[in-house]
């Protein structure tokens, strides 16, 4: 695009929740995905032999894969058959374009997206630098990735590229690590789990999902983009593979404060892994020394999903995580260069999330007040109570659990009733966010254990503007994966990173989204770039998506 600034679009435990409160509006998070014409259901516990990998889960994602300027829906599957063995068909990953009415119409079979194996989490990035969105899908056993040839059709170049992957995937993430113009990739790997030998029990002695306690864990793995769409394993000669750790979610932001890009970690029951950038290119595992790999207490927790926002309005990005019931979810507060706090029990999410497990989760500004809310799907591992609230029914009613909605308040959150959103009990595990219908607010789709799809529009009444940025490469012809934006706005700072990775097995589109209660003008955006670089492109109007471009700033 020839202008600086373009202008692209005007547009938990059943009990912990009770005396919540309750955002004022119409519908709230309006559940959309039947009427929107997704339709998706595969039981991955049909067999109901307690299959570790079906407990974990499937991510899915929201991306533009026909470059026509919407946001598309892609699922990620896997099923098995009753002697073990996987069934390429009906367990395939799905993808749903999005049509101009705002329907969305069944386009997996031209795709080539259709990927058989058993699968786990997505990641999207631009790997060959030509414009359109590639897709890397993580499997328990061989990952694979999916080269875009345009109109939404896809080639499987996995071998060709260099991928080799075999282990049992979770998360993963493109991101430019070392600053050469190609994307990297980042895969989190769980644990070495065979189903004939490794076989769960609950305390009552009945066949439950198996806890990673008693399995090693499996080094991740970093291939370095060379160019062309082509990948180079330098796991070992950067150092990530000299830790071994039962990856789940993963993000990247730069934890140390040396303006490069870093790579977080959450580990199941293990403490979490930051791996810092160096100068050469290696990387240095460093939570235990920057406070963010245990908790407050020095304890490890049961960590899946991750996610990274300014939580209380500091004008510094902090990082939250998700775990299992009887633990916490946790907040790191990052209140210097370099520096994190543990400030979970201050921030209110302390005793409220400890009777969930939470796995996807985001920081998202659902009420329009200027502030970062979190968003946490819910599920268990192990079996519970009945749940006295609507929700799923059969085998993962005593799995389910209502997915939470946090609302911020100074830093301060208390959870919130958003409809069925948060009053219907699932299994939820993978959570991907982003302005599906371009009308300014943030929409999320919600994977769960069992196999569906929940597309969730944002109906909450919003007073005030609202702007949102993408940070992108010209030379590049892509978005930046980590670009931090700055709008000034009323005498304030507002922080928002671009990103696509996060979460849980899942990938959102890398939109920095500001809710602007009120009518100050917005003063400045600036883009502090990956590498420390920082550029400022002035005032905006309101009620837009912009586009800044490295570049052409000041």
């Given amino acids: 695009m020839a202008l600086a600034l373009s202008t692209l679009a005007a547009c938990g435990d059943d009990a912990s929740s009770s005396g919540a409160p309750t955002v004022t509006g119409s519908v709230l998070l309006h559940e959309t995905a039947q009427a929107r014409q997704i339709r998706f259901s595969v039981d991955r516990a049909e067999v109901e032999d307690w299959f570790m990998p079906e407990s974990i889960g499937c991510g899915c994602a929201l991306f533009d894969a026909d470059a026509d300027g919407d946001l598309d829906v892609y699922a990620v599957s896997g099923w098995r058959r009753s002697d073990g063995s996987f069934d390429p068909k009906k367990g395939r990953n799905r993808l749903w374009l999005q049509q101009p009415d705002g329907m969305f119409a069944d386009a997996t079979d031209a795709s080539g997206l259709d990927d058989g ?51 049992w995937g979770a998360s993963a993430g493109f991101c430019d690590l070392d600053g050469d113009g190609w994307l990297d990739l980042f895969v989190t790997n ?38 062309g769409g082509k990948f180079r394993d330098m796991s070992s000669v950067s150092g990530v593979a000299s830790k071994a750790g039962r990856g789940l979610g993963l993000a990247f932001l730069d934890l140390n404060g040396d303006d490069r890009l870093d790579v977080y970690v959450a580990n199941d029951r293990q403490a979490n ?8 290119g290696t990387f240095e595992e460093a939570a235990l020394r920057l406070r963010v790999g245990l908790n407050d207490r020095g304890a490890p927790e049961a960590s899946m999903g991750v996610a990274v926002g300014d939580a209380d309005g500091d004008g510094r990005l902090d990082l939250l995580l998700t775990h299992l019931v009887t633990e916490t979810h946790t907040l790191y507060r990052q209140v210097g260069k370099g520096k994190w706090r543990d400030v979970t029990a201050a921030s209110g999410l302390g005793a409220a999330t400890r009777n969930d497990t939470g796995w996807g989760c985001a920081f998202v500004d659902l009420d329009h007040d200027g502030d970062n809310d979190i968003v946490c799907v819910n599920g268990r591992v192990m079996r519970g109570p009945l749940g006295a609230v609507p929700g799923e029914a059969g085998f993962w009613t005593r799995y389910a659990q209502r997915d939470r909605v946090f609302l911020n308040d100074g830093g301060k959150f208390a959870s919130a009733d958003l409809a069925s959103f948060t009053t219907h009990a699932e299994s939820g595990r993978g959570l991907a966010v982003g302005d599906f219908e371009g009308d300014g607010d943030v929409d999320l789709l919600v994977s769960t ?54 979460s849980y097995l899942s990938s959102s589109p890398p939109v920095a989204h500001y809710s602007l209660p009120g009518e100050h003008p917005i003063e400045d955006v600036s883009v502090r770039w990956p590498g420390g670089h920082v550029e400022r492109f002035g005032p905006v109007g309101f009620d837009r998506t912009v586009l800044l471009e490295r570049g052409k700033g000041r």
Avoid: K
Avoid at 273 to 280: S, T, V
């Fill in 117 to 167: 194996g058993y699968g786990m989490g997505v990641a999207v990035g631009d790997i060959d630098n030509d414009g359109d969105l590639d897709v890397y899908v993580t499997n328990y056993g061989p990952d694979r990735l999916y080269r875009n040839d345009g109109g939404a059709t896809f080639t499987d170049v996995t071998e060709e590229a260099g991928i080799d992957n075999a282990a």
């Fill in 190 to 227: 769980y644990v070495p789990y065979d189903p004939e030998r490794h076989v769960g029990r609950d305390s009552a002695g009945r066949p439950e999902y198996m806890g990673p306690e008693t399995l090693a864990g499996v080094p991740d793995r970093l291939y370095r983009g060379i160019g």
């Fill in 273 to 280: 892994f930051a791996w810092i950038a160096r100068e050469d």
């Fill in 449 to 502: 254990a069992n196999g569906s799809l929940r597309l969730f529009e944002n109906q909450i009444e919003r007073g005030g503007h609202w702007l949102a940025v993408r940070a992108r490469d010209p030379g590049l012809r892509r978005d930046v994966e980590g670009a931090v934006v700055v709008v000034r706005v009323g005498g304030e700072r507002r922080v928002g990173v671009c990103a696509r990775s996060g």
